[in-house]
């Protein structure tokens, strides 16, 4: 066929079908060419209601445990309580507000320590408000941080009365790696008539579905040593001349752990429902 015979077929049979060019390559997915289109930018304004904090019922202080006891009230009851004192500290370092800060909270540092157990940032922020050298620092968040001032002293018996609640945070006792019995309370096969599973763990998921272990599951793992919170323990006693307090109940850690106790909080009391 010649190239003259090309000319006299119309072109407008001749529709060319547009298609998105794709890359090709073992290495990556079918990508399609087009062109980007262009979003106007959005604004990165959060507002303050979406952020969320846990509020305190009210400022608390830091104290140590030494120790359990038994207690014997007026009535002639037994009641087991834990032994709290303190040390030099409980001072009002830092007051952070909704204008400076984005929100109300009083820091309190706790244990004094030489200068130079600390970091010179640490140093620094404490002489910048004229505070002797103390170990832990921490924060009350707070809805109204009207009363207080910087280097004020916190005494526990004017913050709280005897048969107050409060709730106590602390460190757990570290119990290291630890089998499912201990860790977590299962329960052990025979130890006779030719049983071969004895304190194993057992089967732990099925076979080819799922075909894995799921998330959460209770296994053989670190036991211990992590935060915890117990919540609304009554003030038995409180001595003035020790300088300690008596909690009923059993608080985290192990003797010479440090504690963060705060009023308890009671939901339609000390904080609002909402």
Known sequence: MSVSSFSTIPTAKFRLKTTPLTLHSPFLHRIPLR?????????????????????????????????????FEESGTVVPVTVVGFREGNIVTQIKTEATDGYNAVQVGYRRVRDRKLTKPEMGHLEKSGIIPLRHLQEFRLQSIDGFEVTQKLDFGELFKEGDLVDVSGTTIGKGFQGGIKRHNFKRGQMTHGSKSHRQLGSIGAGTTPGRVYKGKKMPGRMGGTKRKVRKLKIVKIDDQLNIIMIKGALPGKPGNLLRIAPAKIVGKNIPKS
């Open 35 to 71: 062109t980007l289109k262009t979003h106007k930018p959005t604004s990165l304004h959060i507002s303050k209601s979406s952020i969320s904090a846990s509020l305190e019922a009210g400022v608390g202080v830091m104290a140590t445990k030494l120790g359990m006891m038994s207690f």
